[in-house]
């Protein structure tokens, strides 16, 4: 909002200052399209010059307005590949396992990231999401070895 105002806001005064005064694009270049690249760059410039001292303060109301938040983990919303209106076509009903099975590597890679500070400094969120992704984790491995005895990949699980 706050680069709207001042874009919008710095626009309108050139603007102004142009109709105003239209020998000030003669200045700029000989051919139009010269003076728009050239209008363009000068406004960018002057734009970032009439801005830089005020970037402190606005920085500190910013901040106020909008303090960070720590970094809390999030769960996953857990997703499968594996689709049962497949059944008809195991070539791709394989495919959907193998990639069930390499979202589930990755979800044990980020656990494995994710427990390493824990030994430093214990927290309990962090934990907690953990033993999460676990169950999710056990889940889907559960989901893949019933999958050939429940017929998804079909003939040619066997």
């Given at each position: 909002?706050?680069?709207?105002?001042?874009?919008?806001g710095g626009?309108?005064?050139?603007?102004?200052?142009?109709?105003?005064?239209?020998?000030?694009?003669?200045?700029?270049?000989?051919?139009?399209?010269?003076?728009?690249?050239?209008?363009?760059?000068?406004?960018s410039v002057?734009?970032?010059?009439?801005?830089?001292?005020?970037?402190?303060?606005?920085?500190?109301?910013?901040?106020?307005?909008?303090?960070?938040?720590?970094?809390?983990?999030?769960?996953?919303?857990?997703?499968?590949?594996?689709?049962?209106?497949?059944?008809?076509?195991?070539?791709?009903?394989?495919?959907?396992?193998?990639?069930?099975?390499?979202?589930?590597?990755?979800?044990?890679?980020?656990?494995?990231?994710?427990?390493?500070?824990?030994?430093d400094q214990?927290?309990?969120?962090?934990?907690?999401?953990?033993?999460?992704?676990?169950?999710?984790?056990?889940?889907?491995?559960?989901?893949?070895?019933?999958?050939?005895?429940?017929?998804?990949?079909?003939?040619?699980?066997?």
């Open positions: 909002m706050a680069n709207l105002i001042l874009r919008g626009a309108a005064l050139v603007l102004l200052g142009i109709v105003a005064m239209p020998d000030l694009l003669t200045g700029l270049g000989t051919t139009p399209d010269r003076q728009a690249i050239n209008l363009h760059l000068a406004f002057g734009l970032a010059l009439v801005a830089f001292p005020f970037v402190g303060p606005i920085m500190a109301v910013a901040s106020y307005l909008m303090p960070e938040r720590p970094d809390q983990p999030r769960g996953l919303k857990v997703t499968s590949a594996l689709d049962p209106a497949l059944l008809d076509r195991p070539g791709r009903a394989i495919d959907c396992a193998a990639r069930e099975l390499l979202a589930m590597g990755q979800k044990i890679e980020q656990m494995l990231i994710t427990v390493e500070p824990i030994y214990w927290n309990t969120a962090t934990a907690s999401l953990i033993a999460d992704q676990d169950k999710a984790v056990k889940q889907t491995h559960l989901e893949i070895k019933l999958c050939p005895s429940s017929g998804f990949l079909g003939p040619m699980a066997a």
